[in-house]
C-alpha cells in the first residue's frame, strides 16, 4: 500500500515559525525530503530512525534536479512510507509544489499541500516594514527576481508590473537588482521610490539595505551585499 506525501512549508527561517501542522508532519515522518531553505533545527523533530535526504539547491549548484525530487517522494511513497517533503517559506510561493504534486497525483498517491508563512511578508515584517498600509501601499505583488535576465524579460511584463501595485517584492533578486531597478524606472517608477534589501530573513543574522530605485544598485557594491 502507497504512503502518503505531506508538502509542507516551513516558514522563512526562524524555526518557530512552521505551523503547529508542518511541525506534526514531521514528527511523524518516516522519511523527510528538505531543501536549503528550510531551519536545520526542524530536523530535530523527526522521529528515531527516521531518514533525512537532503536535496538543497543553491542558483549555480543542484544537488538534486527538480525533475529528480518529484520521483523521489513517488518513489518513497510508493515504498508505503510516510513522507514530508519540507520547503522553505511557502510551498506554493516560487516552490514548484506543483510540479511535485502533479506527479504524484499522476501515481495516483495520496499528498496534502501544508502552507507555510511566506519570506514576502515575514521578512519585511521582522525589517518593522508592512507591506501594505493604509496611508502607502493597499496592494502588493510577489515577483520572482532570481531568473536571467532574459527569462525574466520572457516572464514579466514590465509595463504592467511597475505599477500594478503600491507594494512590489521580489524574491531572491540581490544579484539582479540594477536590472530590476533599471526596468521599473524605464517603466514609470520614479527614481526616488524607496528600497529596502533583506537578506537571511527572520535569523539572528538578518540585516537590510535601505536605498532608492536610483542609489541601490551602487550601495550594494559598496556594502558588498550579497
Known amino acids: 500500500m502507497a504512503g502518503k506525501v505531506y508538502l509542507v512549508g516551513a516558514g522563512p527561517g526562524d524555526a518557530k515559525l512552521i505551523t503547529i501542522k508542518g511541525m506534526e508532519c514531521i514528527k511523524k515522518a518516516d522519511v523527510l525530503v528538505y531543501d536549503r531553505l528550510a531551519s536545520p533545527r526542524l530536523l530535530k523533530w ?114 504592467k508590473v511597475t505599477n500594478a501595485t503600491g507594494t512590489l517584492v521580489f524574491l531572491m533578486g540581490v544579484a539582479k537588482i540594477g536590472y530590476i531597478s533599471g526596468n521599473l524606472i524605464k517603466h514609470g517608477r520614479p527614481p526616488e521610490t524607496p528600497v529596502a534589501l533583506v537578506r537571511w530573513g527572520t535569523r539572528a543574522e538578518q540585516e537590510t539595505l535601505i536605498g532608492t530605485l536610483a542609489d541601490i544598485e551602487e550601495k550594494v557594491k559598496a556594502a558588498n551585499f550579497g
Open 46 to 159: 523527526m522521529p528515531p530512525g527516521g531518514e533525512k535526504i537532503y536535496v538543497g539547491k543553491l542558483p549555480d549548484r543542484h544537488t538534486m534536479k527538480q525533475e529528480e525530487i518529484n520521483q523521489l517522494l513517488v518513489d518513497l511513497a510508493l515504498q508505503g512510507k510516510t513522507v514530508v517533503r519540507l520547503k522553505g517559506g511557502d510551498p506554493t510561493i516560487f516552490g514548484r509544489v506543483g510540479e511535485e504534486a502533479e506527479l504524484l497525483r499522476k501515481n495516483g498517491i495520496s499528498y496534502e499541500i501544508v502552507p507555510g508563512i511566506t519570506s514576502a511578508i515575514s521578512v519585511p515584517a521582522y525589517a518593522g516594514i508592512p507591506v501594505t498600509h493604509r496611508d502607502y501601499a493597499s496592494s502588493l505583488s510577489i515577483i520572482t527576481g532570481h531568473e536571467s535576465p532574459d527569462k525574466l524579460d520572457r516572464s514579466i511584463h514590465w509595463d
